[in-house]
Nanobody, 122 residues
Framework: QVQLVESGGGLVQAGGSLRLSCVVSGSGHIFRIDAMCWYRQAPGNQRELVARIHGVGSTHYADSVKGRFTISRDNAKKTVYLQMASLKPEDTAVYYC??????????????WGRGTQDTVSS
């Protein structure tokens, strides 16, 4: 069974940094991990895409985080990271990682983690 587990969230002051990690487990069922993403959802807001990284390493960022956040991945560790710098109170949200995974049964599915809370105080 494939699972995604996020870590690294917490409370930080404005201007500070946090690094999120997300590990994909269940390697016996995974043939390939394609795009990996970070989404976030603040109270009362819709869930939004923060950053995406494809299997070949190309990246995409939301305009609101460009220049401040960096997404990266370690394919050998089946892990995606989100380095967040110059944090603002409006970055406060629950952050979710996702992964597009091709299983050993040749079925492609989109998996989500349970989320990690990041709070930026002013």
């Amino acid at each position: 069974q494939v699972q995604l587990v996020e870590s690294g969230g917490g409370l930080v002051q404005a201007g500070g940094s946090l690094r999120l990690s997300c590990v994909v487990s269940g390697s016996g069922h995974i043939f390939r991990i394609d795009a990996m993403c970070w989404y976030r959802q603040a109270p009362g807001n819709q869930r939004e895409l923060v950053a995406r990284i494809h299997g070949v390493g190309s990246t995409h960022y939301a305009d609101s985080v460009k220049g401040r956040f960096t997404i990266s991945r370690d394919n050998a560790k089946k892990t995606v990271y989100l380095q967040m710098a110059s944090l603002k109170p409006e970055d406060t949200a629950v952050y979710y990682c996702t992964a597009d995974i091709l299983g050993t049964d040749w079925r492609a599915n989109d998996y989500w983690g349970r989320g990690t809370q990041d709070t930026v105080s002013s």
